[in-house]
């Protein structure tokens, strides 16, 4: 694989055409070419006619897992379609795995489970190291839209990223084994147990960091790993920070990055990697990469928390180190842009008047002078719609479910039927819809067909797209009707053809094209050779290597292409002349151009990076012969430490796999089951502090799992009888036994609310997802329990109980809910539930029925909403047991709690009344709720503990109920409840509620209620 180690001279390009032009940096070869194995690997067979399941699991429980074990990996795959892929990702993790393990003197705690999965479309990668090392791969190819991402190989980059991940959470000193053996295992935090928190730190104290700190070593060794080749090198990063200074946008200090900045922007959680990647190069260039790994690791003498170790190893505050790299990033990139404007830059004409975040492949309309795309910005759930070209104004048309974060979406328009086409569940299994864009219907046209970067073809009006599935990418056609697709071509794994495009005439097919080893160009086909079945036909191809050339479309006479590139660096755009093979430079950007779309005025349609994002904008394109280049950091870092180059883990290739292998068999997720944690815990009952244990054993992928809690109440005025409390639980992914002996619960510490109960309860329950399209998903669950010796009902804590009661649960819920950008809470949507039940007690029957829906419309401020929450209910038997009724009243929260927060919403909950307060045989209730828009915090806390927003509400209940003699009666409430947020050891959230509800009865009023609660997790 060659290595990009940008130049940072600035090259004049005066006499030279472009198409001579030498590449504008140094290419050095640091590693060998990665190959998956020695044979041809095979493609997939799909039939000529083929539609997307109809739905895509959540999980991989209930599918067959072939493993493949050595000592190190226990590698879990789905047989037959995903096994050619085995050898060659074992190899890539025991290659990664020898060099972690000689970087960080470390030792894996335990062997890591890595799961291939192909749940969606796009490609991602995790990795944890709490309770035991594991890594989940997606084997789909990844989105490389604005090289966003590594084009290289994809499971050598992701196994050397996702293993830094495991080696700097896990890396361990003799301190941290104790309390390893100590803890049985790495406990990982639980909303149960609480105390597992400090037991997780104990045990795991890298994983208290944040996530910059993740991201950006992981990319960095990701990088170097691969000789140079990654995003510690890339251009997009480059010009992000370089927009930033331009712009004068803000610069986030670490704690504000966290609380706000990964919340406001439209990257999101990537400013992690973007910030968190800089800053690491920073270091290692002012420092040396040594001291960079000497922070990460965990030697003898080194500090547990993560900021104690910096200023351990460099001698001062983290903050301050910040800081310096801030000032030295500001003055890089102003270096950098006077390097640009040295030679004329290209002059831009914003058509909106603000950043529009992520922007899709736009289509101009020339009917209404409209630009058509899908639009994804902070404060608005992401659209399909239109821009006016002469306004800005945007028309939102509908809104986009799950759309992507750079591409928001695959978008083709049909001018001549005023058609669009786009695709939903772009991380999952694509559906491709329909819409009119003069009316602003739209239709499902495929579900779950898998098929992206769409184009019209102008000729015969077929849909061509891409497919991806088990990790192999096929052009497809879609003729019209468009109910069905047909394969065209399916490529060798590694060759990922992407950004489609045809053209006028039909008779020629263009597509960005990545292959295995990291090159990547632009080729033109015949579209008669890819339809007879022959194989592609090569007619030209455009390589700017080491760059991506993306978003190439034809010219409207079909005799060239015009695309962008970072072929300087900087993403400028490039017209390619298809019979010579010879390209144009005819932009001079400071930031980047993306989409370019030519007008027939001479102009160009572009899209701007600016620090809001993309900017819809004009500019007139000239032919450039003279262009500055930019240096990259990580240029400067390889320079002053070239030791990074022997960084370097070379091809996975050269490891001799099949000595390695212990086993190969099936993944049986009961037979995997081991301890894994085991610890002190305290618990409450009947107001009495309940010392206790709990332990812990599971499976690897936490698909069968095994609970035993035991404690004991020593002090108080409990019977002998009550004093111990006993709970076990079995669990898979479905299915749920449970039985408990006098009921303890850690949160019954702080009440009012109490969850503990004296007796004996065996529980069964089950819950089976039927639709699992988030947001939208469709639960069916079930229940039966027997509680034997009660003084209080299960659900009612101030009633009264038969002692023995045999109850039947039933029901099925729906939801589909979705927010915005920068939103904190659910902002439209609709749930909905139903639930039977049936008790049995004293030969008595006892049923009930309740009904719940809830939906929201957005406001028109961002990120504010208004909701109605509606239940009702009726019961039956008789009307005199404890058992024939409902019972409403209070918040419901605890002044310590791990349940939602907003409890005012929920079935039970009334407050402005006592708990069990109201009783009721049927009821109606309607809580109508104001959510505004939360206020945020950038700098309220420290990088331990630190506040990000508030987010204000406001409610008002109504309930008519019929109570057990017969009478009616009429509740109502209103109040306001604030939340403030705030994360507890860098990566926990907590929430500390306050509020306030009046309660009247009958138009009485009857109490003012106070609200004080911090939610754990």
């Known amino acids: 694989m060659a290595a990009l180690f940008c130049s940072a001279a600035t090259t004049a390009y005066a006499q030279q055409s472009p198409e001579q032009l030498p590449p504008p940096s140094d290419i050095t070869t640091v590693v060998e070419p990665i190959v998956l194995s020695d044979t041809t690997l095979p493609a997939e067979p799909i039939g000529e006619e083929a539609e997307g399941p109809d739905h895509v699991p959540p999980d991989a429980s209930g599918i067959d897992l072939s493993t493949l074990e050595t000592a190190n990996l226990s590698l879990l795959y789905f047989d037959p379609v995903q096994t050619y892929l085995t050898p060659y990702i074992a190899r890539a993790f025991e290659n990664a795995l020898v060099f972690h393990k000689k970087t960080f003197n470390w030792t894996p705690w335990d062997r890591t489970t890595l799961l291939l999965k192909d749940f969606g479309d796009y490609g991602n990668a995790a990795a944890r190291s709490s309770p035991n090392n594991a890594v989940l791969l997606d084997v789909a190819p990844l989105s490389v839209s604005m090289e966003t991402f590594t084009p290289g190989e994809r499971f050598f980059t992701l196994t050397n990223h996702e293993l830094a991940h495991v080696a700097t959470m896990d890396v361990w000193n003799s301190q941290d084994a104790g309390w390893r053996r100590f803890l049985r295992g790495k406990p990982m935090p639980i909303q149960e147990h609480p105390e597992s928190i400090l037991w997780?730190?104990?045990?795991?104290?890298?994983?208290?960091?944040?996530?910059?700190?993740?991201?950006?070593?992981?990319?960095?060794?990701?990088?170097?790993?691969?000789?140079?080749?990654?995003?510690?090198?890339?251009?997009?990063?480059?010009?992000?920070?370089?927009?930033?200074?331009?712009?004068?946008?803000?610069?986030?200090?670490?704690?504000?990055?966290?609380?706000?900045?990964?919340?406001?922007?439209?990257?999101?959680?990537?400013?992690?990697?973007?910030?968190?990647?800089?800053?690491?190069?920073?270091?290692?260039?002012?420092?040396?990469?040594?001291?960079?790994?000497?922070?990460?690791?965990?030697?003898?003498d080194s500090k547990a928390f993560y900021a104690a170790q910096f200023r351990h190893v460099f001698g001062r505050k983290l903050d301050d180190a910040w800081a310096e790299w801030i000032a030295f990033e500001k003055q890089f990139q102003k270096e950098q842009l006077a390097k640009l404007s040295a030679y004329p830059l290209t002059d831009v004409t914003h058509l909106s008047p603000i950043g529009l975040g992520s922007i899709s492949r736009g289509f101009v309309d020339p009917k209404t002078n409209s630009l058509v795309a899908a639009f994804r910005y902070p404060g608005?759930?992401?659209?399909?719609?239109?821009?006016?070209?002469?306004?800005?104004?945007?028309?939102?048309?509908?809104?986009?479910?799950?759309?992507?974060?750079?591409?928001?979406?695959?978008?083709?328009?049909?001018?001549?039927?005023?058609?669009?086409?786009?695709?939903?569940?772009?991380?999952?299994?694509?559906?491709?819809?329909?819409?009119?864009?003069?009316?602003?219907?739209?239709?499902?046209?495929?579900?779950?067909?898998?098929?992206?970067?769409?184009?019209?073809?102008?000729?015969?009006?077929?849909?061509?797209?891409?497919?991806?599935?088990?990790?192999?990418?096929?052009i497809v056609r879609i003729p019209q009707p468009y109910a069905g697709f047909n394969q065209v071509h399916t490529f060798d794994y590694g060759q990922t053809p992407f950004d489609l495009d045809i053209s006028p005439d039909g008779g020629l097919v263009a597509a960005s094209f990545g292959e295995i080893d990291g090159k990547q160009s632009v080729r033109v086909w015949t579209a008669e050779s890819l339809l007879s079945g022959g194989g592609p036909q090569e007619v030209a191809r455009l390589d700017l290597s080491p760059s991506t050339p993306e978003s190439f479309t034809f010219s409207p006479d079909g005799k060239s292409l015009v695309g962008t590139a970072y072929y300087t660096g900087v993403s400028n755009v490039f017209t390619f002349d298809i019979a010579t093979q010879k390209y144009e430079v005819v932009s001079n950007a400071s930031t980047g151009f993306f989409r370019p779309l030519p007008q027939p005025d001479g102009s160009m349609l572009v899209y701007e990076y600016t620090g809001a994002g993309l900017t819809p904008s004009r500019i007139v394109p000239q032919k450039r012969d003279d262009l500055g280049t930019v240096e990259f950091l990580g240029t400067k870092v390889i320079k002053a430490h070239p030791e990074l180059k022997e960084w370097g883990v070379g091809s996975p290739a050269k490891i001799d796999l099949d000595p390695l292998v212990t086993e190969r068999g099936k993944y049986r997720p009961a037979r995997r089951m081991k301890l894994a944690a085991a610890y002190p815990i305290v618990e409450g009952y009947q107001g009495a502090i309940s010392p206790g244990y709990y332990i812990h054993f599971e499976d690897p992928m936490q698909f069968?799992?095994?609970?035993?809690?035991?404690?004991?109440?020593?002090?108080?005025?409990?019977?002998?009888?009550?004093?111990?409390?006993?709970?076990?639980?079995?669990?898979?992914?479905?299915?749920?036994?449970?039985?408990?002996?006098?009921?303890?619960?850690?949160?019954?510490?702080?009440?009012?609310?109490?969850?503990?109960?004296?007796?004996?309860?065996?529980?069964?329950?089950?819950?089976?997802?039927?639709?699992?399209?988030?947001?939208?998903?469709?639960?069916?669950?079930?229940?039966?329990?027997?509680?034997?010796?009660?003084?209080?009902?299960?659900?009612?804590?101030?009633?009264?109980?038969?002692?023995?009661?045999?109850?039947?649960?039933?029901?099925?819920?729906?939801?589909?809910?979705?927010?915005?950008?920068?939103?904190?809470?659910?902002?439209?949507?609709?749930?909905?539930?139903?639930?039977?039940?049936?008790?049995?007690?004293?030969?008595?029957?006892?049923?009930?029925?309740?009904?719940?829906?809830?939906?929201?419309?957005?406001?028109?401020?961002?990120?504010?909403?208004?909701?109605?929450?509606?239940?009702?209910?009726?019961?039956?038997?008789?009307?005199?047991?404890?058992?024939?009724?409902?019972?409403?009243?209070?918040?419901?929260?605890n002044y310590v709690d791990n349940r939602p927060e907003k409890r005012y919403r929920e079935i039970d909950s009334f407050p402005g009344f006592e708990i069990d307060q109201i009783s009721a045989r049927r009821f109606v209730k309607l809580t109508g709720e104001i959510n505004l828009p939360p206020v945020r915090f950038a700098e309220i806390g420290t990088p331990a503990i630190y506040l990000s927003y508030a987010r204000p509400a406001l409610f008002a209940g109504a309930m008519l109920t019929r109570d057990a003699a017969g009478r009616n009666h009429n509740y109502y409430d209103l109040g306001g409840q604030v939340d403030l947020n705030f994360t507890v050891a860098l990566r926990l959230p907590m929430i500390f509620s306050v509020g306030a509800a009046a309660g009247f009865e009958d138009g009485r009023y009857q109490k003012t209620e106070l609200l004080a609660s911090l939610k754990i997790m």
């Open 200 to 300: 997780n730190y104990l045990a795991t104290p890298r994983n208290a960091v944040p996530r910059w700190y993740l991201e950006g070593s992981a990319v960095f060794f990701e990088t170097w790993m691969a000789g140079g080749l990654g995003r510690a090198q890339g251009a997009y990063d480059e010009m992000v920070f370089r927009a930033k200074v331009r712009d004068g946008d803000t610069f986030y200090s670490p704690l504000g990055l966290e609380s706000e900045g990964t919340a406001v922007d439209f990257q999101v959680g990537v400013n992690d990697y973007l910030y968190g990647t800089r800053f690491f190069s920073w270091l290692a260039l002012t420092y040396g990469p040594g001291k960079v790994v000497q922070w990460l690791g965990r030697d003898a």
């Open 380 to 474: 608005t759930i992401g659209f399909v719609g239109t821009m006016d070209l002469t306004s800005g104004k945007l028309r939102k048309l509908q809104e986009i479910k799950g759309m992507m974060l750079y591409k928001v979406t695959s978008l083709a328009f049909d001018p001549a039927v005023r058609k669009a086409y786009y695709t939903e569940d772009n991380y999952a299994f694509r559906d491709l819809v329909e819409i009119d864009i003069d009316t602003g219907r739209k239709r499902t046209l495929l579900r779950d067909a898998r098929i992206g970067d769409l184009v019209v073809n102008p000729a015969d009006k077929t849909i061509w797209g891409i497919r991806h599935q088990n990790g192999f990418a096929t």
């Open 704 to 893: 069968s799992q095994f609970d035993a809690t035991v404690s004991y109440s020593p002090f108080g005025n409990l019977p002998n009888r009550e004093r111990l409390h006993i709970g076990l639980k079995y669990k898979t992914l479905n299915w749920s036994l449970e039985y408990k002996h006098n009921d303890a619960d850690f949160y019954d510490l702080f009440g009012p609310v109490e969850r503990s109960r004296k007796g004996d309860a065996f529980i069964v329950s089950w819950n089976k997802t039927k639709i699992y399209d988030p947001p939208r998903q469709l639960d069916f669950f079930g229940s039966a329990a027997a509680y034997f010796g009660l003084a209080q009902l299960p659900s009612a804590q101030n009633i009264t109980s038969p002692a023995n009661i045999f109850s039947v649960e039933g029901g099925v819920k729906y939801t589909n809910t979705r927010k915005s950008l920068g939103g904190v809470d659910h902002e439209k949507g609709v749930a909905w539930r139903a639930i039977g039940t049936t008790d049995f007690a004293r030969s008595d029957i006892y049923p009930k029925l309740q009904l719940g829906l809830d939906y929201g419309i957005p406001l028109p401020i961002a990120n504010a909403s208004a909701w109605i929450y509606i239940h009702g209910g009726v019961a039956g038997g008789k009307a005199t047991s404890p058992l024939g009724s409902f019972y409403f009243g209070s918040f419901r929260n």
